[in-house]
Nanobody
Framework: QVQLVESGGGSVQSGGSLRLSCAASGFTISYYIAWFRQTSDKEREAVATISSRGGAISYADSVKGRFTISQAAGGDTYYLQMNSLKPEDTATYYC??????????????????WGQGTQVVVSS
C-alpha cells in the first residue's frame, strides 16, 4: 500500500527557512513526487516536482531560486528546502505521487496518492 508522510512544517518569520520531508513507501514502480500547496482561498498549486529516479526537477516560478526539491541518497524520502520564505508562502503543503509511466504532470487531479499535509506559516 502506497503511503506518503510529510513532516517539517511550522511557523517562521519572513526570510527564514524550513525543510519539509516526505517519506514514501509501498511503491513497486518508479514515480514522480510533487509538492503542492493550498490555502483556503486558492486552488492547489504545484510547487516542485522530482522523479524517483532523480530527474524531472521543476519549480513554480514563484519559488524558483528559493526552494529546492531533492531526494535522500538511495532512499524514498524527498525534501523541500524552503529558503527566503515570504508570507505568501503560507499554506498547507502536500506531497503527492504519480506513477512515472503515467507521465509528468503539474495537475493535482492527476496525482492519486497524497500525504496528509503539513502547515507552513510565514509571518511578516
Amino acid at each position: 500500500q502506497v503511503q506518503l508522510v510529510e513532516s517539517g512544517g511550522g511557523s517562521v518569520q519572513s526570510g527564514g527557512s524550513l525543510r519539509l520531508s516526505c517519506a514514501a513507501s509501498g511503491f513497486t514502480i518508479s514515480y514522480y513526487i510533487a509538492w503542492f500547496r493550498q490555502t483556503s482561498d486558492k486552488e492547489r498549486e504545484a510547487v516542485a516536482t522530482i522523479s524517483s529516479r532523480g530527474g524531472a526537477i521543476s519549480y513554480a516560478d514563484s519559488v524558483k531560486g528559493r526552494f529546492t526539491i531533492s531526494q535522500a541518497a538511495g532512499g524514498d524520502t524527498y525534501y523541500l528546502q524552503m529558503n527566503s520564505l515570504k508570507p505568501e508562502d503560507t499554506a498547507t503543503y502536500y506531497c503527492a505521487a504519480r506513477s512515472r509511466i503515467s507521465g509528468w504532470s503539474l495537475r493535482p487531479q492527476e496525482y492519486g496518492d497524497w500525504g496528509q499535509g503539513t502547515q507552513v506559516v510565514v509571518s511578516s
